[in-house]
């Protein structure tokens, strides 16, 4: 008899743990496998997370394993320890750890392997007769090429007398499995001749540690990435490469594809769900050993690996900022210690986090600050929008624009029009002297609640009275809100009648394979301008694009949130390295209403340095991450009186632990969170900063304070994106 510790396969906070389970050594359970078991009166999946020979409680009332599920272990051991690690570090429930393991296609049962139906001909068959052509047609093809798919001969000679032979005995069918293909573009993948700046990059990073890459646009990062890649293989290793999703494009595909071949699985949100599923298993049996994909494929059964790569680690998808909450680098940290490989983190702007990890030598930095092709980086020009509106012009385009526009048009080459936007919540602006309201007590710029009208702070939750006088000039000139691509498409044409005008947003992409064919489209036609979100900010390499356009720059430097200066200062820097990729120098125009704020400064020189060092001193001075440690705890129910009532009585815990620890805190507040209601749950959060020395020991006592049993779903975020 042997015992198996179970982790239930239901998303409950209160069957959050291991039962115990026996079976017999024939029944032959192994780790990680999945299996059935008896649960109350049901029968329900689990998953074994542990095996021994003693049990630790009376065997007698120890209920059996009723079977297995798959018949091999689905989770391999080092995913096993980065469940303990998860549940350990992000407290987060076991189940839903383990369901980032999987496809979800394999957990629900409905995708199944891609069985095919191959045709052959019986030994010592019988000619079909003179008159059944057709049938001749197929046996004399089979007798040619041994065998052939049923749906090929079906489609080629005709359903019915293909079936008439199959039901003679003539033909034999055999079922077999078959991978599902996945579309990519193909294109000859020759290695490039390093120069030299890569090569230095290729060689310094050969230990199993984490460099950061800061290399600005265009420098050929993704170069560097493969020969690293090559490098892993020939030692036989695996390699992991992490992309955002947005930049996922068909290009980068295509380039691994052409280097790798057959050795590459994918895995993005964009596969269907029998590709998915296929991709998974070519990982897990071995027959993929580079994986290239976004965020969750970090939880790829990738084995042995030897490199793994966060590409734009700066990107805000790399958290995941619903359940279960996580950050892709903390992931990819364990499994580089794990496999003891090397862990690259590459940008042309890397996250204050990393760089002052960087600095603080936790991280091996390695720079390539020159483009491969020896081409200055893209001019940025900054338009003052309110000089514009002072000159009488209140459109979306200023003036410099639009006749840089006119010259793209008549040079027949291409534009590419950024609109920054994210999410649904703004800011309210004085359109007469730039003023934006900000909070008293947090320096971060408020947020207006159009329903409430009333501004409020998404840090402390302090509210205040929408403007409708600007209180630095007096003006009631105030804007809110900020326009959209549609709007910015419908502009274009009545400037540009003549000229083929893209748009890619959220909207044009959600049908499978669209997003590809924008930008294959895109790439053929001169002149073209492509208008685009954030889905166009990265990853592309357009020969012809010599002009980009920043509208509206400042819709992402006055979120509700201490990182919205560097994201500003990411966001230009990426869309500015669209341009002027070949030949043509390139060039960039900015509009902004805030033309002095000190990030365009540091933006258009391209001085990364310069910006990290004065946006690090702020951070330090006003008590933020990476000085401090910022933790949420967010409650949420169905009851507004339940949720009030529980996290009062967490907070008071909470409060205990920061008068042990008086010269730690810098914050701590309880309120309702900005989004007070999702889907008919009412939702309050503590939030607290507090000081790096003692901060693993104050979190660990901090989540002491929750109450196992409480009603209300509790989530923890660590220096949280995303406050509302
Ligand atoms: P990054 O990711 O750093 O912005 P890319 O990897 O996209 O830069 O490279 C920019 C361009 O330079 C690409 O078109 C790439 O094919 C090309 N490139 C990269 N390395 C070389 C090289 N050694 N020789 C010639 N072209 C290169
Ligand atoms: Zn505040
Ligand atoms: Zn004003």
């Known amino acids: 008899m042997k015992f198996a510790k179970v982790v239930i396969d239901e998303d409950a906070k209160a069957i959050d743990k291991e039962f115990e389970y026996k079976f017999e050594d024939e029944a032959d359970v192994k780790l990680g496998e999945r299996v059935f078991v008896p649960f109350g009166t049901r029968v329900l999946q689990g998953f074994v997370v542990g095996i021994s020979d003693k049990s630790t409680y009376d065997e007698t009332k120890i209920k059996s394993i009723i079977s297995t599920v798959d018949g091999f272990p689905v989770i391999k051991k080092e995913m096993l320890c980065l469940m303990d690690y998860m549940v350990e570090k992000l407290h987060l429930k076991r189940a839903s750890i383990l369901r980032l393991f999987l496809p979800s296609e394999m957990r629900t049962g409905k995708v199944k392997e891609l069985i095919v139906r191959y045709c052959s001909l019986k030994e010592n068959f019988e000619?079909?007769?003179?008159?059944?052509?057709?049938?001749?047609?197929?046996?004399?093809?089979?007798?040619?090429?041994?065998?052939?798919?049923?749906?090929?001969?079906?489609?080629?000679?005709?359903?019915?007398?293909?079936?008439?032979?199959?039901?003679?005995?003539?033909?034999?069918?055999?079922?077999?499995?078959?991978?599902?293909?996945?579309?990519?573009?193909?294109?000859?993948?020759?290695?490039?001749?390093?120069?030299?700046?890569?090569?230095?990059?290729?060689?310094?990073?050969?230990?199993?540690?984490?460099?950061?890459?800061?290399?600005?646009?265009?420098?050929?990062?993704?170069?560097?990435?493969?020969?690293?890649?090559?490098?892993?293989?020939?030692?036989?290793?695996?390699?992991?490469?992490?992309?955002?999703?947005?930049?996922?494009?068909?290009?980068?595909?295509?380039?691994?594809?052409?280097?790798?071949?057959?050795?590459?699985?994918?895995?993005?949100?964009?596969?269907?769900?029998?590709?998915?599923?296929?991709?998974?298993?070519?990982?897990?049996?071995?027959?993929?050993?580079?994986?290239?994909?976004?965020?969750?494929?970090?939880?790829?059964?990738?084995?042995?690996i030897g490199i793994i790569i966060i590409d734009e680690e700066h990107e805000q998808s790399y958290i995941s900022e619903s359940n279960p909450r996580y950050d892709t680098h903390d992931i990819a940290l364990f499994r580089r210690k794990f496999n003891d490989s090397i862990l690259v983190l590459g940008s042309a702007t890397p996250s204050i986090d990393s760089y002052a990890k960087a600095l603080d030598g936790e991280y091996t930095l390695v720079e390539m600050p020159v483009r491969v092709n020896g081409m200055e980086m893209p001019k940025i020009m900054i338009v003052n929008m309110m000089e514009e509106l002072r000159h009488g012009n209140s459109e979306i385009f200023s003036i410099p624009l639009l006749a840089e526009l006119g010259n793209v048009v008549e040079r027949k080459k291409q534009a590419m029009i950024f609109i920054n936007r994210r999410g649904f919540s703004s800011f309210q602006r004085c359109r007469e002297c730039g003023y934006v309201a900000k909070c008293r007590d947090c320096d971060v710029s408020l947020v207006y609640h159009r329903y409430e009208n009333k501004l409020k702070c998404h840090y402390c939750g302090k509210r205040y009275k929408a403007l409708d006088i600007c209180p630095s000039c007096g003006s009631h000139n105030i804007k809110q809100g900020a326009v959209g691509t549609e709007r910015v498409v419908e502009e274009l044409k009545k400037f540009f009648p003549d000229v083929t005008i893209f748009r890619m947003d959220n909207d044009t992409t959600s049908t499978k394979g669209a997003h590809r064919s924008i930008l294959s489209q895109f790439r053929e036609v001169k002149p073209a301008i492509l208008v685009g979100t954030q889905m166009i900010a990265k990853g592309h390499d357009f020969e012809d694009v010599v002009l980009v356009g920043i509208i509206d720059a400042d819709q992402s430097l006055y979120q509700a949130d201490y990182r919205s200066i560097e994201r500003t200062f990411q966001l230009i820097t990426q869309v500015s390295g669209r341009a002027g990729r070949s030949k043509d120098q390139g060039k960039v125009i900015l509009q902004t209403y805030s033309p002095r704020h000190y990030v365009y400064r540091f933006a258009q020189n391209y001085d990364f340095k310069g910006f990290f060092k004065k946006e690090a001193n702020l951070r330090k001075v006003t008590n933020f991450p990476p000085y401090t440690r910022v933790l949420r705890i967010l409650f949420s129910y169905e009851d507004e009186n339940v949720v009030a009532k529980e996290i009062k009585v967490c907070y008071n815990k909470v409060q205990k632990v920061k008068e042990k620890y008086p010269d730690d805190f810098v914050y701590l507040d309880v309120m309702k969170s900005p989004l007070n209601r999702i889907k008919t749950k009412y939702r309050y959060q503590i939030l607290m900063r507090f000081k790096l020395e003692k901060a693993d020991e104050i979190e660990k006592e901090i989540y002491e304070c929750v109450d196992e049993k409480c009603k209300s779903s509790v989530f923890y975020e660590i220096n949280p994106n995303n406050l509302s």
């Not at 007769?129 to 749906?151: M, T």
């Not at 990059?201 to 690293?228: C, D, F, P, Q, R």
Request: aromatic residues 8%; glycine residues 8%.
């Open 127 to 304: 000619y079909p007769s003179k008159n059944a052509k057709k049938q001749l047609d197929i046996v004399k093809y089979l007798q040619e090429k041994g065998r052939e798919k049923f749906s090929v001969l079906s489609q080629e000679f005709g359903y019915s007398s293909l079936s008439s032979l199959v039901k003679k005995g003539t033909i034999l069918i055999s079922r077999e499995e078959e991978k599902r293909q996945i579309d990519y573009d193909k294109i000859s993948g020759e290695k490039k001749n390093l120069t030299p700046l890569q090569i230095r990059a290729v060689e310094t990073i050969s230990k199993s540690k984490t460099y950061l890459l800061h290399g600005v646009t265009g420098s050929g990062k993704t170069e560097v990435y493969m020969n690293l890649i090559d490098k892993a293989l020939k030692n036989g290793k695996t390699a992991l490469m992490l992309v955002p999703e947005i930049s996922l494009t068909p290009q980068v595909l295509a380039n691994f594809k052409a280097r790798f071949g057959e050795a590459v699985a994918l895995i993005h949100s964009g596969l269907s769900s029998g590709e998915r599923f296929d991709e998974w298993r070519r990982i897990f049996f071995g027959e993929a050993r580079v994986v290239v994909g976004a965020r969750s494929a970090i939880f790829t059964p990738l084995e042995n």
